[in-house]
């Protein structure tokens, strides 16, 4: 059964950082690239940045570009997302994704709330 489970998110003031965590399991984590999507209050969902298999290359959306960095440990099955500079629009729930054999694969989420 494919897994994932996302952690670290809360109420942070503006400018300030977390780090999110995704635990996954139940397929080869070390095979597959991963994303971070997130969905803000009373909209769509928004594709945030992705990670190669191997982590050599990684994606970002231009609204978090040198704010936000996705890294991996295939060694534990993680993915993370260190957010620093935090904006009252970086409010949202955060999840994991995995494509698998064309389902996607979803956690639960974790909340982010940027406010003062």
């Known amino acids: 059964e494919v897994r994932l489970v996302e952690s670290g998110g809360g109420l942070v003031q503006p400018g300030g950082s977390l780090r999110l965590s995704c635990a996954a399991s139940?397929?080869?984590?070390?095979?597959?690239?991963m994303s971070w999507v997130r969905q803000a209050p009373g909209q769509g969902p928004e594709w945030a940045s992705a990670?190669?298999?191997?982590?050599?290359?990684?994606y970002h959306v231009d609204s978090v570009k040198g704010r936000f960095t996705i890294s991996r440990d295939n060694a534990k099955n993680t993915v993370y997302l260190r957010m620093n500079s935090l904006k009252p629009e970086d409010t949202a729930v955060y999840y994991c994704?995995?494509?698998?054999?064309?389902?996607?694969?979803w956690g639960k989420g974790t909340l982010v709330t940027v406010s003062s």
């Open positions: 139940g397929f080869n984590f070390g095979t597959r690239a």
């Open positions: 990670i190669t298999h191997d982590g050599a290359k990684t």
């Open positions: 994704n995995v494509p698998l054999y064309g389902v996607d694969y």
